[in-house]
């Protein structure tokens, strides 16, 4: 199940609705303040999906990414997988499709943020290759509810050109 962009004629917005709301449910008692997944519609997903690039994988829908253009990084936002779907290599499969499209957009870097309390998230990005950058207080917070990881891409080798 290779994570493929959206078609355009994508329609399934309350099934990737519920898709995000399976797959971040185990947050809920958590983290704090709650996921802003709990704030998504299908219809505000339809208005994100004209602004960012959405990849989905699997027929019925067992994955999806937001893949949002930045000035100096590719943002990867509401990464989500089925829960029957976890542990099988989809979120690393979304993760090379976001390398793969920042390069075709010359972004030297993957951006994203997982929650504090969300350490095997972390675990699981550092094995990717993300790194913490920063820590984020949401507002209203005067601790740290949030951080901030990337994964600086190499730059691609030109092939040689001609054999002598």
């Given at each position: 199940?290779?994570?493929?962009?959206?078609?355009?004629?994508?329609?399934?917005?309350?099934?990737?609705?519920?898709?995000?709301?399976?797959?971040?449910?185990?947050?809920?008692?958590?983290?704090?303040?709650?996921?802003s997944a709990h704030q998504l519609t299908p219809e505000i997903l339809a208005r994100?999906?004209?602004?960012?690039?959405?990849?989905l994988s699997g027929d019925p829908l067992t994955g999806c990414g937001f893949f949002?253009?930045?000035?100096?990084?590719?943002?990867?936002?509401?990464?989500?997988?089925?829960?029957?779907?976890?542990?099988?290599?989809?979120?690393?499969?979304?993760?090379?499709?976001?390398?793969?499209?920042?390069?075709?957009?010359?972004?030297?870097?993957?951006?994203?943020?997982?929650?504090?309390?969300?350490?095997?998230?972390?675990?699981?990005?550092?094995?990717?290759?993300?790194?913490?950058?920063?820590?984020?207080?949401?507002?209203?917070?005067?601790?740290?509810?949030?951080?901030?990881?990337?994964?600086?891409?190499?730059?691609?080798?030109?092939?040689?050109?001609?054999?002598?």
């Open positions: 199940m290779t994570p493929r962009p959206a078609a355009a004629d994508f329609c399934d917005w309350p099934g990737l609705h519920r898709l995000i709301m399976d797959s971040f449910a185990y947050m809920d008692g958590v983290i704090d303040p709650p996921s994100k999906a004209q602004d960012e690039h959405l990849y949002a253009p930045r000035p100096d990084a590719l943002y990867i936002g509401k990464l989500a997988i089925a829960p029957g779907a976890q542990g099988r290599g989809l979120g690393r499969a979304f993760v090379a499709q976001a390398e793969a499209l920042a390069r075709d957009l010359s972004l030297p870097k993957l951006q994203l943020e997982t929650r504090i309390e969300l350490t095997a998230n972390h675990a699981a990005f550092a094995a990717l290759g993300f790194v913490t950058t920063a820590h984020k207080a949401h507002p209203g917070f005067d601790r740290p509810t949030s951080i901030t990881m990337e994964k600086p891409l190499a730059p691609l080798v030109a092939a040689p050109t001609g054999l002598i």
